[in-house]
C-alpha cells in the first residue's frame, strides 16, 4: 500500500475526525471537539502528522507544547493508525516524523501517556524510555507541598486551565462513572493547594501522587505509563528517568476528562 506523511493542517479535520470515528468513536469526536484541541489550545501551536493514502487520511499523531520544569517541550497525543492497515509501517513513517520535527527545531525531549500496549511498542521499537508508571492511589487527603521541591513538573497558564477545566480555581475534583458502576469514583484531577475529600463532602478521592509511582505495571491495579523520548544529549542522564524528579498530577493526561461534581 502506498501512502505519504505530512504535516496536517485545518483543512484535515473532517478526515481526521473521520479517522478517528471509524471504530465507533469511542471517545465522543467531532469538529467542535478537533477545534478545541487543535485550534483553540492555549499554550502555542499545535503539530500533528498524518498518514494519507488513496482511501483517505488513515493514520495520525498529534504533539502539544507544553512546559515542564521551566523548558518549552511537547507532549505527544491521538496516536491512531485505522484498523484495516494497522501494523509497523504507518506507525514507523509517523514517529519518524515527529522525531525529524523535533531534531529540527531543536526540542529537547517530548514525554506522552499513552496505554500500555503502545507505551511498549514506543520503548521497544521507537526509543522512548518509561522511567515510571503512575499508580492510582486513593486517600482523603492530599498535599502538593510535600513534592514541590521536584524539579520536572507541568506548568500552565491560568489560559490552560481555563481550556482544560473550564476554571482557573483550584482543585480541580472531576466525577468519573465506571462501566457499569452506579456509584461515580471521584478524581484530584488538580491542585496547586492541600486538599481534602472532606471539603466536598466526599469520605476519598483517587489522585497520581509519588507515592504511588512504581517502576512496571501492576498485574492487578490499573496504572498509566509516562513516557519520554530525548532528542538533545544534555538531558540523556539520569534525571529525566529518576522517578524522584517528577511531580504528575492526573489532568496533566488527557486521558482523564474533567466532568463537574
Not at 81 to 109: H, Q, W, Y
Request: charged content about 20%.
Amino acid at each position: 500500500m502506498k501512502f505519504e506523511i505530512r504535516r496536517g493542517t485545518s483543512e484535515d479535520a473532517e478526515g481526521i475526525v473521520h479517522l478517528f470515528s471509524g471504530e465507533n468513536n469511542p471517545h465522543g469526536w467531532s469538529l467542535q471537539k478537533w477545534r478545541h484541541y487543535y485550534q483553540n489550545y492555549p499554550e502555542g501551536e499545535t503539530v500533528f502528522f498524518i498518514a494519507e493514502s488513496e482511501q483517505g487520511i488513515i493514520g495520525h499523531y498529534g504533539l502539544f507544547p507544553v512546559v515542564i520544569g521551566g523548558t518549552q517541550v511537547y507532549m505527544g497525543a491521538h496516536a491512531y493508525v485505522t484498523e484495516s492497515v494497522r501494523g509497523l509501517a504507518v506507525i514507523s513513517r509517523l514517529m519518524k516524523s515527529l522525531d525529524e520535527f523535533c531534531v529540527d527545531n531543536d526540542i529537547p525531549f517530548i514525554v506522552g501517556f499513552a496505554n500500555q500496549k503502545f507505551t511498549t511498542v514506543k520503548t521497544k521499537l521507537f526509543k522512548w524510555r518509561t522511567p515510571f508508571f503512575a499508580g492510582f492511589v486513593t486517600t482523603t487527603r492530599f498535599a502538593p507541598s510535600v513534592f514541590k521541591e521536584r524539579p520536572l513538573r507541568f506548568q500552565y497558564s491560568d489560559e490552560w486551565l481555563q481550556w482544560r477545566f473550564g476554571k482557573v480555581t483550584d482543585p480541580v475534583v472531576s466525577q468519573y462513572r465506571k462501566a457499569g458502576c452506579e456509584t461515580p469514583t471521584y478524581q484530584l484531577l488538580h491542585t496547586q493547594s492541600s486538599v481534602a475529600a472532606s471539603d466536598y463532602g466526599l469520605p476519598a478521592f483517587e489522585c497520581w501522587s509519588p507515592d504511588g509511582y512504581q517502576k512496571g505495571p501492576d498485574g492487578e491495579l490499573f496504572s498509566q505509563p509516562f513516557s519520554l523520548k530525548v532528542y538533545d544529549k544534555h538531558w540523556a542522564g539520569p534525571e529525566l528517568l529518576n522517578p524522584e524528579n517528577w511531580y504528575i498530577q492526573m489532568g496533566d493526561s488527557d486521558t482523564f476528562l474533567f466532568e463537574a461534581i
